[in-house]
Antibody, heavy 117, light 106 residues
């Protein structure tokens, strides 16, 4: 079975940094682009970032460009989202999703990030 | 960015009703649209891909139609377990963008 397991969320102060990870299993990870989608409490879904199969190409929403960085380690079947200069409005549940220009077929359960002093 | 306008934002219906949710794109996205169901406290689940293809394991009462700028998700005979928020997503043009969601109450 395909599984996406996020980890690394938590409470961080404004201006701080945090890295969330997503460990994938049950499929050939190297064959798929991967995305991060977030959802602020009580709000809708927002696509945040994506990375190509090889990791050569990365994509970002304007709201996080220059502050967030996506990467992947295909030897570990893991995708990462490094979040710097965090703001209160970045508080959300961050979902790891298989796909970018297509698919979005499997979602993790999410990792909660709270930015607060 | 492409704007995805979903309507209605919420609706209340009864078991057995036929329900239709609409998503309009601000520009042509061909058929690069998916529909997702999200229940409280859970991750979204893909229902429909490429506008009209039913994802595996999804009940046949769900269907999607449309192309270009106008799309619909129809639940033919509403069941109690269909109570959820539904989102459309366009992935034709970067950045991918979601509709604002439609809350379906039963």
């Amino acid at each position: 079975d395909v599984q996406l397991l996020e980890s690394g969320g938590g409470l961080v102060q404004p201006g701080g940094c945090l890295r969330v990870s997503c460990a994938a299993s049950g499929f050939f990870f190297n064959n798929y682009d991967m995305s991060w989608v977030r959802q602020a409490p009580g709000r809708g879904l927002e696509w945040v970032s994506a990375i190509s199969k090889s990791g050569d190409n990365t994509y970002y929403a304007d709201s996080v460009k220059g502050r967030f960085s996506i990467s992947r380690d295909n030897s570990k079947n893991t995708v990462y989202l490094q979040m710097n200069s965090l703001r209160a409005e970045d508080s959300a549940r961050y979902y790891c999703v298989r796909g970018y220009s297509r698919l979005y077929d499997y979602w993790g359960q999410g990792s909660s990030v709270t930015v607060s002093s | 960015d492409i704007q995805m306008t979903q309507s209605p934002s919420s609706l209340s219906a009864s078991v057995g009703d036929r329900v239709t949710i609409t998503c309009r794109a601000s520009q042509d996205i061909t058929n690069e649209l998916g529909w997702f169901q999200q229940k409280p406290g859970k991750a979204p689940k893909r229902l429909i891909y490429t506008a009209s293809s039913l994802a595996g394991g999804v009940p046949l009462r769900f269907s999607g139609r449309g192309s270009g700028t106008e799309f619909t998700l129809t639940i033919s005979r509403l069941q109690s377990e269909d109570s959820a928020t539904y989102y459309c997503l366009q992935h034709n043009t970067d950045p991918p963008t979601f509709g604002q969601g439609t809350k379906v109450e039963i």
